[in-house]
């Protein structure tokens, strides 16, 4: 079998075989297929797309690059969730305390973010002390002792999509439904939970920007979770602009905070308590959503989500304390307020220019090597719909850093006013199970 000939027959639009797709999968991994080969395949993939079949062929190859874990130590239902990806989405950090309040095991697999968008585990690493790093016994343990735990992916865990992520986010084929759907599940699949929800995002600072679009990703992964015998649920929810206020590290901290206290922003809020209510039923805890929902929300009211959070930091090893003190958490030296230029209401909020603009700040990564500034972020003080004056300010940006005039701009940037006041009144658009 020759790279060159697979490259030529998806080229021209014609379905691969998975002997095919496995001998790309398995020598890209091992590095006996270059960068630019793997480049040219994931070009035609993006052109040309993938059917279901090869799509759960591709999904299957890199499960089967690396290490699966096993779980099966752990008792009771194992639940996991995913994100697409998104601005502000700090929807794990409430959904893992919350969903395990109810006694189900979460067993929680996170990875870091890289560009615009924010990874859970270096949010968490904002916490004095806390661990992300678990052996499998570790992780284990934890979960079945306490119902939860929140762990980076290991180092041999579907290896094949480190390789073909970092080559995609320099390819410009990140936003191919085949291939993040392969991406997303081989990761699923490969940490061992029974039951996977999955956040679609869709937006503006989504991969998707439409809904349709989103809809055929969240189908076909369902797809594929079923076919592999987990069951899957999959919500495609908004990403037109940043979620709830708050994006960075510690700040996406104090925000989650909020939620689980009961003192959330609605956006935040609803899409939490969706993915949970979701994660409740795979979990075998409650069979109506609407039972699931109101179920979560009173657990919220009832301060035992709050309390479980403080758990979680403590068994983790982080400063519990931070629950009730939020100034013991990382604080950035300087806080520049973006201002409106103009009058009139918030008509659309660019996420990835959020995103990128607090990536300047220090909140994020530009290369793999670079260090997260645990305390740089933005705070948004206007969202879409809100009316502003000349002069309010938009967002405020925290920062370590002298020089901030480029992610001033792209933060001002990234605000749209008009004269028509428009809401955005919904926030999850579909449910795909
Ligand atoms: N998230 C992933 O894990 N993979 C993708 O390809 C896109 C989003």
Known sequence: MRMYDIIIKKRNGEELTKEEIQYFVKGYTEGSIPDYQA???LMSIYFKGMNKKETAELTIAMVNSGDAVDLSEINGIKVDKHSTGGVGDKISLIVVPLVASLGIPVAKMSGRGLGHTGGTIDKLEAIDG???EYTKDEFINNVNKYKMAISGQSGNLVPADKK???LRDVTATIDSIPLIASSVMSKKIASGADCIVLDVKVGSGAFMKSVEEAVELAETMVEIGKSLKRRTVAIVTDMNQPLGHEVGNSNEIIEAIDVLKGKGSEDETEVALTIAAYMAILGGAYEEFEEAYSALREIIESGKAIDKLKHLIKIQGGDPEIVDNTDRLPRAKYHIEVKSEYEGFIT???AE??????MLLGAGRKTKEDKIDFSAGISLKKKVGDRTAIGETLCILHTNLGDTAEAEQIAQCAYNIGNIQK?????VYRIIQ
Do not use: W
């Open 39 to 41: 480049a040219a395949l």
């Open 423 to 427: 809401k955005i009144d919904r926030y």
């Open 353 to 358: 220019n959020i995103g990128i603009s607090a």
């Open 164 to 166: 073909l992520y970092a």
């Open 348 to 350: 659309s909020i660019n």
């Open 130 to 132: 806390f661990k992300t």
